[in-house]
């Protein structure tokens, strides 16, 4: 079975730290990856996702995450962190081709930022 | 940007009831999911539904849960007979193309509190 590992349940940060949140997946095949984003009182949104090509990939506000298929990693990087980054994010794997794409999420981490 | 939206926010249900969760996917989308967090946990995915019929569902997804897409535009999670593990946040969510590494586009969530 699918299952994902996020290592951080809560990561505290001043603005302008950097930031890397771990992501571990276990699954037998070929996966597509997905960082979720979830600002307070909103939806999920997507930050970036890897499915094939070069393993580092770039999302939106300066967020990038790095595929290692050996570790089976996937974490998430940004290098100076602003308030605004405030919010809880979540890993999320699912199987390459499959019917729908049913994802396998991660516990989530809660990234609190001070000012 | 279109958003899926649900309804109501909020859910405040007595055990042994039933209760209807109602969301509205992104209107040009054909493919329809729930997924549920209980507090402290995983979101787990319950099901995804394509065509009037149920593509894929876990093993939460049991007989007291269902899905229907009544017209057009809606589609509601049921469940019949409320059980106090039920408490938890119900994100809807939709795509566009099914396609497994195309993003799944989620709505704001239902907190269903089961007294």
């Known amino acids: 079975a699918q299952s994902v590992s996020q290592h951080n349940h809560h990561v505290i940060l001043s603005e302008a730290a950097s930031l890397e949140l771990g992501c571990n997946y276990s699954?037998?095949?070929?996966?597509?990856l997905f960082w979720y984003v979830q600002y307070p009182g909103q939806h999920l949104q997507l930050l970036l996702k890897y499915f094939s090509g070069d393993p580092l990939v770039k999302g939106i506000k300066g967020f990038e995450a790095e595929f290692i298929k050996s570790k089976f990693s996937f974490n998430l990087r940004k290098p100076s962190v602003q308030w605004s980054d405030t919010a809880e994010y979540f890993c999320?794997?699912?199987?390459?081709?499959?019917?729908?794409?049913?994802?396998?999420f991660g516990r989530g981490t809660q990234l609190t930022v001070w000012p | 940007e279109p958003e899926v939206t649900q309804t109501p926010s909020h859910q405040v249900t007595q055990m042994g009831q039933e209760v209807i969760l109602r969301c509205v996917p992104i209107?040009?989308?054909?493919?329809f999911y729930w997924y549920r967090q209980i507090l402290g946990q995983k979101v787990e995915f319950l099901v995804s539904f394509y065509n009037n019929e149920i593509s894929e569902k876990s093993e939460i997804f049991d007989d007291q849960f269902s899905v229907e897409r009544p017209d057009g535009s809606n589609f509601t999670l049921k469940i019949r007979s409320t059980k106090l593990e039920d408490s938890a946040m119900y994100f809807c969510a939709s795509s566009g193309t099914g396609i497994s590494n195309q993003p799944q586009h989620f709505g704001d969530g239902t907190r269903l509190s089961i007294l």
């Open positions: 209107s040009n989308h054909l493919y």
């Open positions: 999320a794997v699912n199987a390459r081709g499959s019917t729908l794409g049913r994802l396998y």
């Open positions: 699954y037998g095949g070929t996966v597509n």
